[in-house]
């Protein structure tokens, strides 16, 4: 029972994040600008001086990397949020399950590259810990989909047993 529960808070969780997200990207031009003019406002604070310089120098190219970083969060969500469905239905171990881990794979992929290119544009620690953290996800995802397919074979097997 508490299994299940934690479950559907998950999915909760999981639907929030998505439609949250789609609101944060949509506004990040508004939102971006707000920053910035809420930090040059108060003065370049030490912690706040790589963000003031940084995203003041290259707003439009900010802009489009978060965009992009934005829709690529929001396709992790999707496939998670489909995977959710299954696990509520109690059927984990199908083949969409290995599509969308294959997928996530990809698109964690996907923002290492646009957080090295926004490294690029300025770096900062924490971009550095996205990197690593979007190689790791992306890694475990594809492993897992590998071991997920290898239990739809063996379901599939002792299917065709009985």
């Not at 707000?34 to 290259?58: D, K």
């Not at 990809?106 to 923002?111: D, H, V």
Request: charged residues 15%; positive net charge; hydrophobic residues 55%.
């Amino acid at each position: 029972m508490k299994k299940d529960n934690l479950t559907k808070l998950t999915k909760y969780l999981l639907d929030f994040m998505f439609y949250a997200g789609i609101l944060v990207t949509l506004t990040l031009p508004l939102t971006v600008r707000f920053v910035l003019e809420w930090i040059s406002e108060r003065g370049a604070v030490a912690p706040f001086v790589y963000l003031h310089w940084g995203i003041g120098q290259y707003y439009v190219a900010t802009v489009v990397i978060y965009f992009f970083l934005g829709i690529c969060a929001l396709l992790l969500i999707w496939e998670l949020r489909k995977m959710f469905g299954t696990v509520l239905r109690q059927e984990a171990f199908v083949p969409e399950n290995v599509k969308s881990l294959h997928k996530m794979a990809k698109i964690s992929l996907g923002i290492v590259v646009l957080a090295i290119i926004r490294s690029a544009v300025y770096l900062t620690i924490a971009m550095l810990v996205v990197i690593l953290v979007f190689v790791i996800a992306g890694l475990f995802s594809e492993v897992l989909s590998r071991v997920f397919e290898e239990a739809i074979n063996y379901k599939e097997e002792n299917d065709l047993t009985i």
